[in-house]
Protein backbone atom coordinates (compact mmCIF):
# COMPACT_ATOMS: atom_id res chain seq x y z
CA UNK A 1 0.00 0.00 0.00
CA UNK A 2 1.49 3.36 -0.60
CA UNK A 3 0.12 6.35 1.53
CA UNK A 4 0.79 9.90 0.76
CA UNK A 5 0.59 12.75 3.59
CA UNK A 6 0.64 16.17 4.34
CA UNK A 7 0.05 19.16 6.69
CA UNK A 8 0.30 22.73 8.07
CA UNK A 9 2.15 24.46 10.58
CA UNK A 10 -0.46 23.32 12.59
CA UNK A 11 -0.01 19.42 11.64
CA UNK A 12 3.60 19.63 11.07
CA UNK A 13 4.56 18.17 14.06
CA UNK A 14 1.79 15.10 14.31
CA UNK A 15 2.98 15.05 10.45
CA UNK A 16 6.41 14.07 11.70
CA UNK A 17 5.62 11.75 14.36
CA UNK A 18 3.30 9.90 11.43
CA UNK A 19 5.91 9.49 9.41
CA UNK A 20 8.31 8.39 12.04
CA UNK A 21 5.61 5.25 12.45
CA UNK A 22 4.72 4.54 8.78
CA UNK A 23 8.76 4.15 8.71
CA UNK A 24 8.88 1.90 11.50
CA UNK A 25 5.61 -0.23 9.76
CA UNK A 26 7.68 -0.66 6.74
CA UNK A 27 4.78 1.48 5.29
CA UNK A 28 5.85 2.73 1.37
CA UNK A 29 4.34 6.75 2.00
CA UNK A 30 5.46 9.98 0.65
CA UNK A 31 5.36 13.34 2.55
CA UNK A 32 4.17 16.58 0.29
CA UNK A 33 4.94 18.86 3.64
CA UNK A 34 4.81 20.97 4.75
CA UNK A 35 8.51 20.57 6.17
CA UNK A 36 8.82 23.10 9.10
CA UNK A 37 6.49 25.35 11.59
CA UNK A 38 6.16 28.03 9.15
CA UNK A 39 2.73 29.14 8.44
CA UNK A 40 1.29 28.26 5.22
CA UNK A 41 -2.07 27.21 3.80
CA UNK A 42 -3.76 24.06 4.54
CA UNK A 43 -5.42 24.01 1.44
CA UNK A 44 -2.07 22.62 -0.45
CA UNK A 45 -0.98 19.58 1.13
CA UNK A 46 -4.68 18.65 0.65
CA UNK A 47 -4.78 18.85 -2.76
CA UNK A 48 -1.45 17.28 -3.55
CA UNK A 49 -2.85 14.35 -1.35
CA UNK A 50 -6.22 14.52 -2.49
CA UNK A 51 -5.29 14.71 -6.28
CA UNK A 52 -2.46 12.10 -5.72
CA UNK A 53 -5.49 9.72 -4.47
CA UNK A 54 -7.68 10.49 -7.48
CA UNK A 55 -4.91 9.83 -9.70
CA UNK A 56 -4.67 6.66 -8.31
CA UNK A 57 -0.86 7.14 -7.44
CA UNK A 58 -1.51 6.37 -3.83
CA UNK A 59 -4.03 4.46 -2.51
CA UNK A 60 -4.34 6.12 0.57
CA UNK A 61 -3.72 9.75 2.14
CA UNK A 62 -3.27 11.18 5.63
CA UNK A 63 -3.86 14.55 6.29
CA UNK A 64 -2.79 16.70 9.35
CA UNK A 65 -3.57 20.72 9.71
CA UNK A 66 -4.76 22.53 13.42
CA UNK A 67 -8.38 21.04 13.93
CA UNK A 68 -8.31 18.57 10.57
CA UNK A 69 -11.73 20.00 9.06
CA UNK A 70 -9.85 22.20 6.63
CA UNK A 71 -7.80 19.57 5.35
CA UNK A 72 -11.11 17.51 5.26
CA UNK A 73 -13.22 20.51 3.68
CA UNK A 74 -10.30 21.01 1.01
CA UNK A 75 -9.89 17.27 -0.23
CA UNK A 76 -13.36 16.00 0.10
CA UNK A 77 -13.93 19.08 -2.99
CA UNK A 78 -11.69 16.46 -5.15
CA UNK A 79 -13.54 13.67 -7.01
CA UNK A 80 -13.12 10.52 -6.27
CA UNK A 81 -11.85 11.44 -2.66
CA UNK A 82 -13.56 10.48 0.52
CA UNK A 83 -11.85 12.38 3.61
CA UNK A 84 -13.14 11.32 6.85
CA UNK A 85 -12.25 13.55 10.19
CA UNK A 86 -11.07 10.87 13.07
CA UNK A 87 -9.85 11.78 16.59
CA UNK A 88 -11.50 8.45 18.15
CA UNK A 89 -10.75 4.82 16.99
CA UNK A 90 -14.05 3.77 16.72
CA UNK A 91 -14.77 6.25 13.90
CA UNK A 92 -11.27 4.82 12.18
CA UNK A 93 -12.41 1.41 12.23
CA UNK A 94 -16.37 2.55 11.33
CA UNK A 95 -14.86 5.03 8.24
CA UNK A 96 -13.43 1.97 6.72
CA UNK A 97 -15.69 0.05 6.77
CA UNK A 98 -18.66 1.76 5.94
CA UNK A 99 -17.27 4.88 4.00
CA UNK A 100 -14.36 3.61 2.09
CA UNK A 101 -12.65 6.58 3.35
CA UNK A 102 -9.35 6.96 1.39
CA UNK A 103 -8.27 10.00 3.09
CA UNK A 104 -8.25 10.03 6.73
CA UNK A 105 -7.64 14.08 8.31
CA UNK A 106 -6.89 14.45 11.99
CA UNK A 107 -6.22 17.72 13.89
CA UNK A 108 -2.64 17.79 15.37
CA UNK A 109 -3.96 20.40 18.07
CA UNK A 110 -6.49 18.11 19.17
CA UNK A 111 -5.39 14.62 19.16
CA UNK A 112 -2.30 13.38 21.09
CA UNK A 113 0.81 11.49 19.74
CA UNK A 114 -0.42 7.63 20.75
CA UNK A 115 -3.80 7.85 19.84
CA UNK A 116 -3.24 9.57 16.45
CA UNK A 117 -0.84 6.65 15.55
CA UNK A 118 -3.47 4.18 17.00
CA UNK A 119 -6.30 5.73 14.70
CA UNK A 120 -3.66 5.00 11.83
CA UNK A 121 -3.08 1.64 12.56
CA UNK A 122 -6.68 0.51 12.99
CA UNK A 123 -7.94 3.06 9.89
CA UNK A 124 -5.09 1.30 7.32
CA UNK A 125 -5.42 -2.13 8.45
CA UNK A 126 -9.64 -1.98 8.21
CA UNK A 127 -10.76 -2.95 4.48
CA UNK A 128 -13.85 -1.77 3.28
CA UNK A 129 -16.90 -4.09 4.29
CA UNK A 130 -18.48 -4.76 0.86
CA UNK A 131 -21.70 -4.96 2.23
CA UNK A 132 -24.47 -3.79 -0.26
CA UNK A 133 -25.66 -1.57 1.48
CA UNK A 134 -22.29 0.20 2.52
CA UNK A 135 -21.36 -0.42 -1.68
CA UNK A 136 -24.79 1.32 -2.50
CA UNK A 137 -24.31 4.79 -0.16
CA UNK A 138 -20.79 4.77 -1.16
CA UNK A 139 -21.43 4.66 -4.93
CA UNK A 140 -24.21 7.22 -4.28
CA UNK A 141 -21.46 9.65 -2.75
CA UNK A 142 -19.87 9.98 -6.31
CA UNK A 143 -22.99 11.20 -8.20
C1 LIG B 1 -4.13 27.16 11.13
O1 LIG B 1 -4.02 28.09 12.15
C2 LIG B 1 -5.46 26.39 11.24
O2 LIG B 1 -6.50 27.25 10.88
C3 LIG B 1 -5.43 25.16 10.38
O3 LIG B 1 -4.37 24.35 10.75
C4 LIG B 1 -6.66 24.27 10.44
O4 LIG B 1 -7.02 23.99 11.75
C5 LIG B 1 -7.81 24.69 9.63
O5 LIG B 1 -8.84 24.00 9.55
Redesign the pocket.
Known amino acids: MKVVVGA????FELKQKIIAFLEEKHVDFHDFGTYSME?CD?NDAAVQVAEAVRKGEADRGILI???????S?QANKVKGVRAALVHDLFSAKATRLHNDSNVLTM???IVGDEIAKAIVDVWLNTEFSNEERHLRRVNKLEK
Open positions: DHGGSYCGTGIGMIGGR
